[in-house]
């Protein structure tokens, strides 16, 4: 996703290389030899911050030891917007880019980088930040729309790990979790637990699995609720940490949240067109 931006914003005075590729777990991801490499080459270095590259941190430091500077692009984000979930005691919960609102601030943080590094080309990297900005704002409006069909009893978004709180507040449903915020800890059996009565109790129709993490828990609470004999579906695969394939419509910002808002939206029993937004969304029911 910060890939994405970036590209975005550099336009055409930009070389962007991306590190963490689809459906990688940027919580787990530690950097290989080659990446170093990369990075030890690059004139910049951006990345999401707030923790979420838990294994990256050491060698952001090193790099700027080396004189290249690394940018978090959740920098702009105030103490008053960010979450600290209760499991994750002294730490902001990272999934700010779920909440499109969020994400336009990390585009701006990355516009005012570039903008700082490169003066000649300041006016350019403003303009595509205010481009991609109006087409940020008309999917937060979407996303805000649509999630707002779903019947109010059925607004429950039930996920393989906590990257959606940001998504609850910004469009308004509740989110559970077989995880924590982040993927480092195990889930525990009473928490699937709780989530299987509560799916059983509120009759829920369909859970999510994510593109970053194994589908294991949520089979679990699967086979937890038939046999308590209610039966849910697996309502498709959500990009939560990372978008899909290059060159896809799902292998871009947009297109990722478009894809997890529509679906999302359909599968609760909300009202959404078949292919999202742009009508360009290749999902399968
Ligand atoms: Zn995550």
């Known amino acids: ?11 055409k005075h930009g070389d962007v290389e991306g590190l963490m590729g689809e459906g990688v777990d940027p919580h787990l991801y530690r950097p290989t030899r080659d990446d ?5 080459q690059a004139q910049m270095i951006f990345y999401s911050g707030l923790m979420l590259e838990g294994r990256m941190g050491d060698s952001f430091a090193k790099l700027a030891r080396q004189g290249i500077p690394a940018y978090p692009v959740t920098e702009l984000l105030q103490q008053d917007y960010l979450m600290e979930p ?12 779920n909440d499109v609102s969020a994400w336009i601030s990390a585009v701006n943080a990355v516009a005012k980088a570039l903008g700082e590094f490169d003066k000649a080309n300041a006016e350019s990297y403003a303009k595509n ?15 805000k729309k649509s999630i707002a069909t779903i019947p109010e009893k ?12 940001y998504f609850s507040r910004a469009y ?15 889930a525990a059996i009473s928490d699937i637990n709780n989530i299987v009565d509560f799916v059983v109790k509120n009759k829920v129709g369909a859970i999510f699995v994510e593109n970053i993490v194994s589908d294991r828990n949520l089979k679990a609470i699967l086979e937890g609720a038939k ?6 579906e697996i309502g498709g695969t959500l990009f939560s940490d990372a978008m899909g394939a290059p060159g896809t419509y799902e292998g871009t910002y947009v297109g990722m949240v478009d894809h997890n808002v529509t679906l999302i939206t359909r599968k609760l029993g909300g009202e959404a067109p078949e292919k999202g937004l742009n009508g360009k969304l290749s999902l399968e029911e």
Request: net charge negative; charged share 20%.
């Open 172 to 186: 308004g449903i509740k989110v559970m979790a077989a995880q924590g915020v982040t993927t480092v800890s195990e």
């Open 86 to 97: 209760e499991e994750f005691e002294g730490h902001w919960d990272p999934h700010v880019w």
């Open 1 to 11: 996703m910060v890939t994405d931006i970036v590209k975005q914003v550099a336009g």
């Open 227 to 232: 046999a308590k004999g209610h039966s849910v």
């Open 129 to 143: 930040a205010a481009a991609y900005t109006e087409q940020l704002t008309a999917l937060d409006e979407y996303a």
């Open 36 to 40: 170093i490499q990369k990075l030890s």
């Open 154 to 165: 059925s607004r429950v978004l039930i996920t393989a790990h906590d990257a959606f709180g």
